[in-house]
């Protein structure tokens, strides 16, 4: 059996890809350490941005383990313009999974991208993976999942977060893990 867990990077101070993460984040990252203290992993796999990759750092150092870097992971960019109701134009991307404003990227696009990487992981000979990413992807992969999950559940992930993503006989089971 298949485990695979999806982990939502801890609190960074913003959104570009060099942030780093909160002093709040940092001591997220030593309780994500902690968590998977008795969880056996045999791969982490992490978005190449600086908070993702610091919120997963002490568990590889840990387990003295090397990140893997996966540019599929990285966070959906929206559009290239900066909206005032930036909200309001993502929860539209729920209910219509090819709306693409200029310069972004679909929903529908953005799934494809982590599912992908999942079912590379599916197919890998490793049986307990970590795979490190951003909130608004990690929530399309769920919807690909569960259809219903939507703009609400999204807002309602925690940094960090971690869903678990079991694989028996070829059939997916999805369960959130991570208590704040």
Not at 136 to 148: A, C, P, R, Y
Request: proline share 1%; aromatic share 8%; charged share 30%.
């Amino acid at each position: 059996m298949k485990k695979i867990y999806v982990v939502r990077h801890c609190e960074a101070v913003g959104q570009s890809a060099e942030v780093h993460l909160t002093d709040k984040g940092y001591q997220q990252a030593l309780e994500l350490c902690k968590f998977f203290s008795n969880i056996k992993v045999d791969r982490i796999i992490s978005s190449l941005y600086r908070r993702a990759l610091e919120s997963i750092k002490p568990l590889a150092e840990n387990l003295n383990m090397e990140i893997e870097i996966e540019s599929n992971l990285k966070e959906r960019k929206l559009s290239i313009h900066s909206f005032s109701d930036w909200l309001e134009k993502l929860e539209k991307t729920y209910d219509d999974l090819d709306l693409k404003f200029e310069g972004g990227e679909s929903s529908r696009d953005a799934m494809k991208r982590i599912v992908q990487v999942i079912e590379n992981a599916l197919h890998s000979n490793s049986e307990n993976i970590v795979i490190v990413t951003h909130g608004n992807i990690m929530s399309l992969l769920l919807k690909h999942f569960l259809e219903d999950f939507g703009f609400e559940d999204w807002q309602n992930l925690s940094n960090p977060d971690v869903y678990l993503l079991d694989n028996e006989n070829n059939k997916v089971t999805i369960k959130r893990i991570w208590k704040e």
